[in-house]
C-alpha cells in the first residue's frame, strides 16, 4: 500500500539552515500557486518544514494549521530568525502539547518535534489568527496582511489626495482593498485589477469590494498580466521578507510604466527618506511631486 499523505514546506527556509525534502508542496500564501494549509485536510500530511512568520498571531495561527493537518507521530522542524519569532517557537510549541527539541544555526532556532495525539489550544490560535470583520473600520482582514488592523497612513494620506482615475487600471499591491475602493468612487473607472503576493489580501479585498468593476489577481506585481493600462496607483513596498529593500520598490515604478499605454498616468504614495525620483525621472515621460508631508511623498506620473 502506498502512503499517499503530501510532504509539506511552508515558506522559503535558507537552504543553509535546514535540509528540504525533494518534491514538497508549498503552502505559503505569499507564493501564487501555493496550495492553502486552511483547506488541507487533518491528518494528511507526513512531514513538514516551516519557515514561522515573524507577527505572533499570524505565526501561532499558521503552527495551529500545521499541527491540525499533520498525521499524528509525523515529524515537523519549524524554524525562524532569532529576532523575528525564533526564540518563541519552542514555548509555543510545547503550549500546543508537542514535545521539541531546539537548536540554534546562523542566527535562527530551529525547533523539531513530532505531532501528538492530543493538541491543546489550537482553536485559540485558529481564531485568533482568521480573517474577520473589523467593526472599527467595517473591513475585512487577517493577521498578516499588511497593515492589517489599521489603514495605513501613507494609503490614508493617497485616499485624500487622490486625483480622479478614469479608464482601465491597477492597484499594484492591493492589500485588503481600501485604496481601490476609493479609486472606483470615481464613475469614469472602468474596471481596476486589485493586484497582491499575498493570497490573504486578495481574499480580503474580495470582501471588501463588491464592485463589479473589480477583478483581484494573486500574482508578484512584477510578473503579473497586465498591459495597456490608463493608470496605476500604488503604496509601493519597500520590504521584502522584513528587510528594507529600495530595489523592491523601484520594480514596482518599472513595472507601472511597462504595463501603462501611451499617456497612462502612475499615482504613488512613497515613504519620504527613500529616493523615488532617481527611477520615476528616467522611467517616465513627466513626473510630479503633488505633496510632501508627514514622513510621506505623493508622485504623479504620466506615461
Same mark, same amino acid.
Given at each position: 500500500m502506498t502512503d499517499d499523505k503530501q510532504i509539506a514546506v511552508y515558506g522559503a527556509p535558507p537552504a543553509d539552515v535546514v535540509e528540504l525534502a525533494p518534491g514538497a508542496t508549498q503552502f505559503s500564501p505569499l507564493m501564487p500557486g501555493a496550495a492553502a494549509l486552511e483547506q488541507q485536510a487533518e491528518g494528511s500530511v507526513k512531514a513538514l518544514t516551516m519557515l514561522a512568520p515573524p507577527g505572533t *498571531? &499570524? %505565526?501561532r495561527y499558521v503552527i495551529a494549521l500545521a499541527l491540525r493537518a499533520l498525521a499524528i507521530g509525523a515529524p515537523f522542524t519549524i524554524l525562524a530568525p532569532n529576532d523575528r519569532g525564533g526564540t %518563541? *517557537? %519552542?514555548? &509555543? *510549541?510545547?503550549?500546543?502539547?508537542? /514535545? /521539541?527539541e531546539e537548536h540554534a544555526r546562523r542566527h535562527h532556532r530551529i525547533v523539531t518535534g513530532t505531532r501528538p495525539a492530543l493538541l491543546t489550544g489550537l482553536d485559540e490560535a485558529l481564531t485568533n489568527g482568521a480573517p474577520r470583520l473589523l467593526d472599527d473600520l467595517s473591513v475585512w482582514s487577517q493577521p498578516g496582511v499588511f497593515s492589517w488592523d489599521r489603514i495605513d497612513p501613507g494609503t490614508e494620506m493617497l485616499i485624500e489626495h487622490l486625483p480622479p482615475m478614469r479608464g482601465r487600471g491597477a492597484d499594484f499591491g492591493c492589500g485588503s482593498g481600501i485604496l481601490a475602493h476609493a479609486v472606483l468612487a470615481s464613475p469614469k473607472v472602468v474596471e481596476i485589477t486589485l493586484v497582491d503576493i499575498d493570497r490573504r489580501a486578495i481574499e480580503c479585498a474580495e470582501h471588501n469590494v463588491a464592485d463589479p468593476r473589480a477583478r483581484f489577481l494573486w500574482a508578484d506585481v512584477r510578473s503579473a498580466d497586465l498591459a495597456d493600462l490608463d493608470f496605476v496607483v500604488m503604496n509601493a513596498p519597500f520590504h521584502d521578507a522584513g528587510a528594507e529593500d529600495k530595489k523592491l520598490a523601484q520594480s514596482f515604478v518599472q513595472r507601472a510604466a511597462q504595463v501603462l499605454g501611451k499617456g497612462g498616468v502612475c499615482v504613488m504614495v512613497a515613504n519620504r527618506h527613500l529616493p523615488y525620483e532617481a527611477i520615476l525621472t528616467p522611467t517616465f515621460k513627466r513626473a510630479e511631486l503633488l505633496i510632501e508631508t508627514g514622513g510621506y511623498k505623493i508622485y504623479e506620473a504620466h506615461k
Open positions: *498571531l &499570524e %505565526r %518563541r *517557537l %519552542r514555548k &509555543e *510549541l510545547q503550549a500546543f502539547g508537542c /514535545v /521539541v
